[in-house]
């Protein structure tokens, strides 16, 4: 009997079964990966659609915050980004809503006198009931020179005074770093920002896209903070 014929004494074709078992083998590896891969697409479509509603929950909520009917609170911080904002801080102050305020973040080469003028407020307002942070160079800092600032006029209650779209975040750094003061919000809507119909305007959803994943990276530091704390 040569090589090549075929033995009586084996129950079969070798090379047949051995092919049959490597293509078991990889009809198998392949299946598995098809499953891997279903899986992984799986996750990243469930990962998306969460991301996607939570945007779409924080635009609803910018989008909708009311400003205060009658707003007062012991003191106001105005979080600097633009002249609107202070206006309408200084404007509150004016208006009685609050003994003093905290203007957080000024640029150390602007001076009161500019502030002044910017806001059509008089010198001895500025001069008895208005301080000025220069320290701040972002929102964490906003709410460090904050909280000294308040704790060391032992205010219980702020106005928070800031953009729309910044209030969610502001609010959370202050929560943190002032967790015994009650904290009212106050937003400012600039008139440049199409935020009570934000789907309609590109740059308005890129700018709420930009502020969602500073607030969702700014509330993850603040969780982690906390359990590195406590443990």
Not at 131 to 142: E, I, K, Q, S, Y
Not at 165 to 194: D, F, I, K, T
């Amino acid at each position: 009997m040569t090589s090549l014929e075929k033995d009586p004494a084996i129950g079969g074709d070798g090379w047949s079964d051995a092919t049959g078992v490597e293509t078991g083998h990889s009809t198998d590896n392949k299946r598995r990966l098809f499953r891997g891969r279903n899986l992984a697409l799986c996750l990243v479509l469930g990962l998306l659609v969460v991301i996607g509603v939570s945007f779409f929950r924080f635009a609803h909520h910018v989008a909708t915050i009311r400003t205060p009917m009658d707003p007062r609170a012991d003191a106001i911080v105005v979080l600097t980004g633009g002249t609107d904002r202070v206006e309408r801080a200084v404007a509150l102050l004016v208006e009685g809503r609050a003994k003093r305020l905290l203007i957080s973040g000024v640029h150390p080469g602007t001076t009161r006198k500019q502030l002044a003028s910017l806001t059509a407020a008089d010198m001895p307002l500025f001069d008895c009931c208005i301080d000025l942070d220069r320290l701040a160079m972002n929102t964490v800092g906003n709410a460090a020179e904050t909280a000294a600032w308040a704790r060391s006029h032992e205010f219980k209650s702020l106005l928070v005074v800031t953009s729309a779209y910044h209030l969610p975040r502001a609010q959370a750094e202050l929560q943190e770093a002032l967790p015994e003061v009650e904290l009212h919000a106050y937003p400012v809507y600039s008139s440049g920002l199409h935020l009570r119909a934000w789907w309609h305007n590109g740059g308005t959803i890129r700018l709420l896209m930009r502020e969602y994943v500073k607030y969702t990276l700014a509330r993850a530091r603040i969780v982690v903070n906390r359990v590195f704390a406590t443990s």
